[in-house]
């Protein structure tokens, strides 16, 4: 059980997250004398129980942190490399030319967990146990089922039942899937949890107890149950059955860690993303080749014009384009970042732009010549990317795309964090029973094509789509903001920091303004697919707007009213006061404060 500390009255401070009972976690840990920090562990494990579809314990999270202390902003890399038996050659052996977006193949290292730990244990107040037992009482006890998370189960069942008995067992109770408003609970996670727990404290010392549960994971019982289990073969969504690549050696060579953020002066602010192991430059990109049209850009009573979307549409296709050519987890992606950034670049980029919907069109940063995967001709016109709602689009298969949850925090000290937990998703890959979750399938991103930025290799990251942000103004930390949606994360953001930015809406206004996407992503889940002319919007831009982006040659899908982005934010003036908003669509997201 948490327990309180009495030299301490208590955290002033604002969270907000994709769902309620996260939320209310941090609340509760900020209002017993816990920080941002603590606040943000304690939320990310209940998110794992609150929103199993949507992310787990052997997930992945990146984040963007700033402490009170030092008010230049760290990344933290919670994402797992592939195994050491995850090569290109590999999956040609299996006659596969993609990797499946379920099963076990696509699993990196699990990264969740240490993360949140190392983040904990550096810049953390509080004892494992006191964050972790918030999520080991609802996994105990149960959480309410939502209805999208009975959707998504009543959509794998038949795959459960037939090809993995684990995940039945687990989210099948008495064979149908958990009803809407019931209690759902996980007891092998709670005893999990408990057990690494009881294995961290044979130490002495906050600190050492919580190495003490890294080891635990990544060299103990857990590797070793999960090395055991990949051993097996599932069915996929290749349509065969394979064991998995991961191993416990590889668990036990991977700890998180922290790197240097990309920091880029974007008007009077300076925006924090995650470097080219993440799309997160693409965020960048896109706002600096719209500042080259800042005259063109408006909103009218919070709604954005024609030409605003048209042109922030036509600017994302740019910069994603050059995210497929040149983004990955390699030096060489990393040194081209600033030359996808440079002044010279972006008017060549902007120059692109027209009065007419394009298709996708990698550029020559640097003069380097581009190269798209070769795939992506077959890819064409198929469906991909997430659900409207950055919720799960999911086959029977278990095929995922874009499952993900959000969370920032912001305390009264000046300590702040985005994070964007993500993988380990219940529907994708089969439950290890013993220890309560499955395995990730983040390695369905890269590709198998060689030569690439992101081509497969062991020991490499994936180019993840999620993207925590940040952003400083004179100097100091700001805004913290984020939100679910795979491929769509820096394009609702982006509708996001130009409603606040641009159209001077506060941070619920901006959240709540009409979005947009393009569907001419190629997407980053199974199987690939892009749209190349595809755009979905809220109809709340109206009609007439609608009517002028056909004008333009979008392929225009309205999503309703109120369906696209999840996103969530929290802000600190240079007075102390604090704010935060969280997404209406969907109805869990929720902020809270004091």
Known sequence: MFTTRPELAGTTGMIASTHWLGSATGMAVLEAGGNAFDAAVAAGFVLQVAEPHLNGPAGQVPALLVTADDPRPTALCGQGVAPAAATPERFAELGLRLIPGSGLLPATVPGAWDAWLLLLRDHGTLRLRDVLGYAIGYAER????????????????????THWPGSAELWLPDGRPPEPGTLHRNPALARTWQRLLAEAERCTGREAQIDAARRAWSHGFVAEAVDRFTH??????????????????DMALWS?????????????????????????????????????????????????????????????????????????????????????????????????????????????PGGRQARLP???????????????????????????????????????????ISATPSGGWLQSSPTISELGFCLDTRAQMFWLEEGLPNTLAPGKRPRITLSPSMALRGGQPRLAFGTPGGDQQDQWQLCFWLAHVLGGLNLQEAID??????????????????????????????????????????????????????????????????????????????????
């Open 513 to 594: 303004a009409p979005a947009w996407h393009t569907t001419a992503v190629p997407s980053s889940f199974a199987p690939r697919g892009w749209t190349p002319l595809g755009l979905e919007v809220e109809s709340r831009l109206g009609q007439s707007t609608i009517d002028t982006l056909r004008e333009y040659g979008h392929e225009v899908t309205d999503a309703g009213p109120w369906a696209l982005g999840r996103l969530s934010a929290v802000a600190r003036e240079p007075s102390g006061i604090l704010r935060g908003a969280a997404n209406p669509r969907g109805m869990q997201g929720y902020a809270a404060g004091r």
């Open 232 to 249: 097996q073969a599932f069915r996929d969504d290749s349509g065969s059955a394979h064991p998995g690549l991961l191993s416990g050696d």
């Open 374 to 416: 070769a795939v992506l001709a077959e890819t064409r016109g198929l469906a991909g990317g997430v659900g409207p709602a950055g919720e799960p689009t999911v086959r029977a298969s278990g095929v995922t795309g874009g499952d993900t949850v959000h969370l920032d925090v912001v305390d009264s000290r000046g300590n702040m």
């Open 142 to 161: 149960g959480v309410v089922v939502l209805d999208r998370m009975t959707e998504t189960i009543r959509t794998v069942a038949e795959l459960f039942r």
């Open 256 to 364: 998180a860690g922290y790197e240097e953020p990309l920091i880029t002066e974007i008007g009077d602010w300076s925006l924090v993303k995650c470097g080219a192991w993440t799309q997160g430059p693409v965020l960048t990109q896109q706002l600096l080749m719209l500042d080259g049209f800042a005259d063109q850009l408006s909103y009218v009573d919070g709604v954005p014009t024609a030409r605003t979307v048209h042109l922030a549409v036509e600017c994302a296709k740019l910069a994603f384009a050059d995210r497929e050519a040149w983004l990955g987890d390699t030096p060489e992606a990393a040194a081209t970042v600033p030359d996808l950034l440079s002044a010279d670049y972006l008017r060549q980029r902007r120059e692109l732009v027209a009065d007419a919907a394009a298709d996708l069109r990698p550029g020559s």
